[in-house]
């Protein structure tokens, strides 16, 4: 028999903040550091969804499968695919495109989520 883990995500946000990046470090304390898109889940998963966020797009090159890593915006998917809303993030991507993606990836979200709240 397998054992079961239960993930419990909590709906009010977590009292930590979230830094995604696969090289750069914050400049002010007080982050939680992800270099991963399994690293991003897996954090959330452990400590619930952080009151906020500040995502990088590009997060490198997988030298074991030769390809592109997951993506800030691959992150941001997954949140929206769990349906967990973040309180406040911002996007510190050099990667103009893939940064409003993000952005518009959870923007969007965001005004779905309060539009249906007024119903």
């Known amino acids: 028999m397998g054992v079961t883990t239960t993930v419990l995500l909590l709906p009010t946000p977590a ?9 750069r470090t914050p400049r002010s304390s007080g982050w939680v550091v992800v270099r991963s898109f399994e690293e ?3 954090t959330i998963k452990r400590l619930g969804v952080p009151e906020e966020i500040s995502f990088d797009h590009d997060l490198g090159w997988d030298e074991v499968l030769n390809c592109e890593r997951k993506s800030g915006y691959d992150c941001a998917k997954w949140l ?3 349906e967990l809303l973040v309180p406040r993030f911002n996007v510190h991507s050099a990667n103009p495109v ?3 993606n993000i952005r ?3 923007g969007n979200y965001a005004r779905f989520r ?3 709240a007024d119903r």
Request: glycine share 12%; hydrophobic share 45%.
């Open 15 to 23: 009292p930590y903040k979230l830094y995604l990046d696969d090289l």
């Open 40 to 42: 991003f889940v897996a």
């Open 80 to 82: 929206v695919e769990q």
């Open 98 to 100: 893939g940064a409003a």
């Open 104 to 106: 518009g990836l959870l």
């Open 114 to 116: 309060e539009d249906g």
